[in-house]
């Protein structure tokens, strides 16, 4: 879907212009990752929450994610300061992640990569599904 995009976060209380509130897609560090076939995509959530220490993940976001028992998919977000893989994975409950429902998987990786061949080299050297 896409990376690129130089825009204020999606946030009521983002300042259009203040770089305090860029989204983080304006930085380059995001990305969108849209899908028809939702089996596709928790293939591709589980293998990037088992390689989040190895490609230094920040944050991912599963908008579709419907839990056990809930009345509505509100998704299910991990981030990095939960802990790594699974440990960081928090099932939402309510409306905290802003699309529910949306058919992508949104992935933010740390800028602490000293380039796009270091990342790219990371990438390589994982086994994929």
């Given at each position: 879907?896409?990376?690129?995009?130089?825009?204020?976060?999606?946030?009521?209380?983002?300042?259009e212009?203040?770089?305090?509130?860029?989204?983080?897609?304006?930085?380059?560090?995001?990305?969108?990752?849209?899908?028809t076939?939702?089996?596709?995509?928790?293939?591709?959530?589980?293998?990037?929450?088992?390689?989040?220490?190895?490609?230094r993940?920040?944050?991912?976001?599963?908008?579709?994610?419907?839990?056990?028992?809930?009345?509505?998919?509100?998704?299910?977000?991990?981030?990095?300061?939960?802990?790594?893989?699974?440990?960081?994975?928090?099932?939402?409950?309510?409306?905290?992640?802003?699309?529910?429902?949306?058919?992508?998987?949104?992935?933010?990786?740390?800028?602490?990569?000293?380039?796009?061949?270091?990342?790219?080299?990371?990438?390589?050297?994982?086994?994929?599904?």
């Amino acid at each position: 879907m896409g990376i690129y995009s130089n825009r204020t976060m999606k946030n009521p209380k983002a300042i259009e212009g203040d770089p305090k509130w860029l989204s983080v897609h304006a930085t380059g560090w995001a990305c969108d990752i849209g899908y028809t076939d939702r089996k596709v995509a928790l293939i591709a959530w589980d293998w990037l929450i088992a390689h989040t220490a190895e490609l230094r993940i920040a944050e991912i976001h599963d908008y579709a994610y419907k839990a056990p028992g809930a009345t509505k998919a509100w998704g299910r977000s991990y981030r990095c300061s939960r802990g790594e893989g699974v440990k960081g994975v928090k099932v939402q409950t309510g409306p905290a992640l802003g699309s529910p429902g949306g058919k992508w998987l949104h992935v933010e990786i740390e800028n602490t990569w000293a380039s796009a061949e270091e990342f790219q080299a990371a990438w390589k050297a994982i086994p994929k599904p």
